[in-house]
T-cell receptor, first 115, second 110 residues
Framework: DSGVTQTPKHLITATGQRVTLRCSPRSGDLSVYWYQQSLDQGLQFLIQYYNGEERAKGNILERFSAQQFPDLHSELNLSSLELGDSALYFC??????????????FGPGTRLTVT | GDSVTQMEGPVTLSEEAFLTINCTYTATGYPSLFWYVQYPGEGLQLLLKATKADDKGSNKGFEATYRKETTSFHLEKGSVQVSDSAVYFCALSSLDDMRFGAGTRLTVKP
């Protein structure tokens, strides 16, 4: 158990809909990262937040957005969903804010299926 | 942009065999390099890392050396066990990005 929790575990929704994925980091970690893992594109870094502020942006689509709240949990919002958005979405957390400098601890993921 | 290329799998070995999974990278700066492991139904776990040239990362019998001259970070283990069966990802990080290889599935048979 990494200490990172993600909800829900599974999500099935229709094209055009909007969903919110939630992540709670390990106690004491200030940084949260979101990743997408799909068969087509492999594992991709989406976005990072550090202590409530956006720190780094990867291959995140404009239809997707994220935020980190004062209690440090984070939400990833996916809108206007397409079939190709079906994937496993991972959240990770680390103590500090520089990618790669500190170990990232991954949650178990949310599997999103768009039908 | 930065990228990681790793050996395609799947790789199937017998217990106690020697493992090598190749990983090469392209980067403009001086990235940190990582190997992550993903067991079925779980998130990724950091296996080892190296932050500068000639550094050797090691953990649980796995090793990888950061080779700047060959832009490589190959993963090795002298004697694999059934419990090492998993998907292995090579990754690099720069200041504001993280890139992963496609992953290599390893199956170890008793």
């Amino acid at each position: 158990d990494s200490g990172v929790t993600q909800t829900p575990k599974h999500l099935i929704t229709a094209t055009g809909q909007r969903v919110t994925l939630r992540c709670s980091p390990r106690s004491g970690d200030l940084s949260v990262y979101w990743y997408q893992q799909s068969l087509d594109q492999g594992l991709q870094f989406l976005i990072q937040y550090y202590n409530g502020e956006e720190r780094a942006k990867g291959n995140i689509l404009e239809r997707f957005s994220a935020q980190q709240f004062p209690d440090l949990h984070s939400e990833l919002n996916l809108s206007s969903l397409e079939l190709g958005d079906s994937a496993l979405y991972f959240c990770a957390s680390s103590v500090e804010g520089t990618i790669g400098s500190y170990e990232q601890y991954f949650g178990p993921g949310t599997r999103l299926t768009v039908t | 942009g930065d990228s990681v290329t790793q050996m395609e799998g799947p790789v199937t070995l017998s217990e106690e065999a020697f493992l090598t999974i190749n990983c090469t990278y392209t980067a403009t700066g001086y990235p940190s390099l990582f190997w992550y492991v993903q067991y079925p139904g779980e998130g990724l776990q950091l296996l080892l890392k190296a932050t500068k040239a000639d550094d050797k990362g090691s953990n649980k019998g796995f090793e990888a050396t950061y080779r700047k001259e060959t832009t490589s970070f190959h993963l090795e283990k002298g004697s694999v066990q059934v419990s090492d069966s998993a998907v292995y990802f090579c990754a690099l990080s720069s200041l504001d990005d993280m890139r992963f290889g496609a992953g290599t599935r390893l199956t170890v048979k008793p």
